[in-house]
């Protein structure tokens, strides 16, 4: 069965770095796209940046532009979100989901496999 696994999350002070990784399972992982999603406390999911399934292609939510970068090893199964310059706004729960395609998808109701998610929290 699909299986996302994310990790890599943690405290960090505003200004710091984080990289989360999700390794995939039970799918062939080259053939689809990947997003990372975030859902902040009382807030609704928010799409955060995406990754076609060749890599070739990433996009960026602009909360999130110049500072996150996604990328992914297939040969690991693994996608990966580089967070720099991290605010208090950052804090979240991060999700990985996959994509029905190869191409990147911004409306989160399209994917049809997500992990349990990691915590990210950014605090002085």
């Known amino acids: 069965q699909v299986q996302l696994v994310e990790s890599g999350g943690g405290l960090a002070q505003p200004g710091g770095s984080l990289r989360l990784s999700c390794v995939a399972s039970g799918f062939t992982f080259s053939r689809y796209a990947m997003s990372w999603a975030r859902q902040a406390p009382g807030k609704g999911f928010e799409w955060v940046s995406g990754i076609s399934s060749d890599g070739s292609d990433r996009y960026y939510a602009d909360s999130v532009k110049g500072r996150f970068t996604i990328s992914r090893d297939n040969a690991k199964n693994t996608v990966y979100l580089q967070m720099n310059s991290l605010n208090t706004e950052d804090t979240a729960l991060y999700f990985c989901?996959?994509?029905?395609?190869?191409?990147?998808?911004?409306?989160?109701?399209?994917?049809?496999?997500w992990g349990q998610g990691t915590q990210v929290t950014v605090s002085s």
């Open positions: 989901a996959k994509a029905p395609g190869v191409v990147v998808l911004t409306t989160l109701k399209d994917y049809d496999y």
